[in-house]
């Protein structure tokens, strides 16, 4: 073979490596599991955060703040539109296109 992969004089970081695959594979385990560690304080407080936002609207529940809101009843909301149906309006129904049917299963009409 012409060509070769392997060099002829081949660095001592290189065959230390190809001998002790351990000394680059150990030092990159090492960094991920401390990454994992370090990330861990963030999302904590993320939480918390998010827990102290739901804690505190709790306490505004706690304290009764919701009491005020008055409670929808239909037919108070009903009576309050038949009342102000004194002012001057008519209903009137706009015009249909030609083709389009009186209801949504009839059949179009033919002219």
């Known amino acids: 073979m012409p060509f070769s992969s392997n060099p002829i004089k081949p660095s001592p970081l290189q065959s230390r490596l190809k001998r002790h ?4 594979g ?5 960094i991920i599991v401390g990454a994992s560690f370090g ?8 939480y918390d955060l ?5 804690k505190q609207i709790s306490n505004e529940q706690a304290l009764g ?3 005020n809101k008055k409670k929808f009843d239909i037919r108070e909301e009903y009576y309050k539109l ?3 149906g004194d002012q ?10 030609k083709d389009s049917p009186q209801w949504p299963n009839e059949p179009p009409a033919k002219s």
């Open 65 to 67: 703040l919701d009491r």
């Open 50 to 54: 998010q827990d102290q936002k739901v």
């Open 26 to 30: 150990v030092p990159f385990l090492l």
């Open 88 to 97: 001057d309006w008519e209903p009137k129904r706009i015009a249909r296109p």
């Open 82 to 84: 038949s009342a102000s």
């Open 39 to 46: 990330l861990q304080t963030f999302t904590q407080t993320r």
């Open 21 to 24: 695959p351990a000394l680059f």
